[in-house]
């Protein structure tokens, strides 16, 4: 049966699979071509060659992580979302993610989740340099947490082993010691991580400003109420003393 026509996509969705399986240096244009079961000048007609064909997935992986939308009821919970996207997204390409960096369109790729951070930091009332702050933090959060990650599971076997080193016996909190030995919930611990930088940076901000304009119109009300019973009191003074 013969193979229907091949077309850019297939070819594209094809080596990014390769890359996220083996890494850049396994992307041969005869490899590709076997993967796809044609020859390889079909592959050289539809991408070009091999540097044009990495160009292209990279700008394929920047398109791709800007599809990622905040999701929730909260600013807060919106931008935890757009952390956890941004994970997922960074830890399924890491070998993409390091062709997108090595030709220095990092910044390009980080900015429609930038961008989103924004919307949300500023629909909970921070603005310039905060705004701009908790953007940052929350980027370099998630950065920092997907490398921390891929070190540890391209690290030979350790030894002493993590749940060696920490001896229940000899520690004045056990259940910290056993809570350490486990193997870490990767998931849980960013989180939790995240969950804490978004509340420590936005919830001081909100406890400071939005309550501010209730207290002020309950003050005013307080004023405007005794003034009005002054005037009550006063108009009674006069009306007893004409009497």
Known sequence: MARTALTR??????????VKRHGPDALTMRRLAAELGTAVTS????VGNR????DALVERTVADLATIA????????????VAHALRREL????????????????ERMFLPAQRALAQEVHAAGLRGARAAEVVRAVQFLVVGHVLVERNRERAPVQSPAEETLWDAESTPDPALAR???RPVDGDRLFTASVRALVDGLLGPSSRETRPEAPRAASRATSRDASSAASGDASRESRDASSS
């Open 70 to 81: 905040p999701r929730g009821r909260t600013p807060a919970a919106r931008i935890v979302s």
């Open 43 to 46: 592959i050289y007609w539809h």
């Open 179 to 181: 809570a350490l030995a």
């Open 9 to 18: 996509e297939e070819v594209l969705e094809t080596a990014a699979a390769l």
């Open 51 to 54: 540097e044009s064909l990495l």
């Open 91 to 106: 830890r399924d390409r890491p070998h993409l993610v390091a062709m997108v960096h090595e030709r220095g369109l990092t």
